[in-house]
T-cell receptor, first 118, second 114 residues
Framework: AQTVTQSQPEMSVQEAETVTLSCTYD???????LFWYKQPPSRQMILVIR??????QNATENRFSVNFQKAAKSFSLKISDSQLGDAAMYFC???????????????FGKGTHLIIQP | DTEVTQTPKHLVMGMTNKKSLKCEQH?????MYWYKQKAKKPPELMFV???????INESVPSRFSPECPNSSLLNLHLHALQPEDSALYLC?????????????FGPGTRLTVL
C-alpha cells in the first residue's frame, strides 16, 4: 500500500519570502499522480498543483512550483513571494495511475500548517 | 460554475437518530466522492460514485449509506452513529474518476454525534 509522509507539521514564513514544504511517498507503482491541495481555515480544499509521474519536468503554477525527485520519491512544494492568503493547511496527495472505478482514491499526507507572518 | 455545495453546514445528532447529508454539483462531473476528516487529520476516502456506480471503502461501517440519485446529487444517510463518527464530512467531484482528474471539494458538513 502507498503511504505519503509530510514531516513538517507546521511551517512559518515571513510575507514575501519563499518557503518549501516537504513530502515523501512510498509506492511500488510506476504510474501515478501527485497533488498538493490547500485547505484554508473553514474554507474549501482546493488543488494547488499536480504532477504526473511520467513527466520529468517539474510542474509550475504561478508562484507555486514543485521539485519532483522520482528516484528519491520526493515531491516538495515551493511557494515564492508568500502572501497572507497562502496561510492554510497543505496536503500532499498520491493516486496511482488508472485507478478509476475503484475505491482507492487520493491518499493524503498528514498535512503541513503554513503560517504567514506579516 | 465550479462549486460543490453541501448541506447542512453543521449537524448535531443523537446516536438513535437518522439523518442525511446532501451534496450537489452542476459541473457535469460524473464522479463524486465522500471523505471523512477528523480534526487535525487528512481526509479519508469513504465512497466513490463513478457514472452512478458505487465503490466502497471496505473499512467504512454500514451505519453510513451513500446514495446517488443522479449524476449531480450525492447523499450520505446516517443511522445509529457513534460519537467517534463526529468529523467533517467532505464531498468532492471530478470530471471522471481518472487518477489525473482534479477533485473539487465542497465546504463540508461538520457532524457532531452526542
Amino acid at each position: 500500500a502507498q503511504t505519503v509522509t509530510q514531516s513538517q507539521p507546521e511551517m512559518s514564513v515571513q510575507e514575501a519570502e519563499t518557503v518549501t514544504l516537504s513530502c515523501t511517498y512510498d509506492t511500488s507503482e510506476s504510474d501515478y499522480y501527485l497533488f498538493w491541495y490547500k485547505q484554508p481555515p473553514s474554507r474549501q480544499m482546493i488543488l494547488v498543483i499536480r504532477q504526473e509521474a511520467y513527466k520529468q519536468q517539474n510542474a509550475t503554477e504561478n508562484r507555486f512550483s514543485v521539485n519532483f525527485q522520482k528516484a528519491a520519491k520526493s515531491f516538495s512544494l515551493k511557494i515564492s513571494d508568500s502572501q497572507l492568503g497562502d496561510a492554510a493547511m497543505y496536503f500532499c496527495a498520491y493516486r496511482r495511475g488508472n485507478s478509476g472505478g475503484g475505491a482507492d482514491g487520493l491518499t493524503f499526507g498528514k498535512g503541513t500548517h503554513l503560517i504567514i507572518q506579516p | 460554475d465550479t462549486e460543490v455545495t453541501q448541506t447542512p453546514k453543521h449537524l448535531v445528532m443523537g446516536m438513535t437518530n437518522k439523518k442525511s447529508l446532501k451534496c450537489e454539483q452542476h459541473m457535469g462531473h460524473r464522479a463524486m466522492y465522500w471523505y471523512k476528516q477528523k480534526a487535525k487529520k487528512p481526509p479519508e476516502l469513504m465512497f466513490v460514485y463513478s457514472y452512478e456506480k458505487l465503490s466502497i471503502n471496505e473499512s467504512v461501517p454500514s451505519r453510513f449509506s451513500p446514495e446517488c440519485p443522479n449524476s449531480s446529487l450525492l447523499n450520505l444517510h446516517l443511522h445509529a452513529l457513534q460519537p467517534e463518527d463526529s468529523a467533517l464530512y467532505l464531498c468532492a467531484s471530478s470530471q471522471r474518476d481518472f487518477s489525473y482528474n482534479e477533485q473539487f471539494f465542497g465546504p463540508g458538513t461538520r457532524l457532531t454525534v452526542l
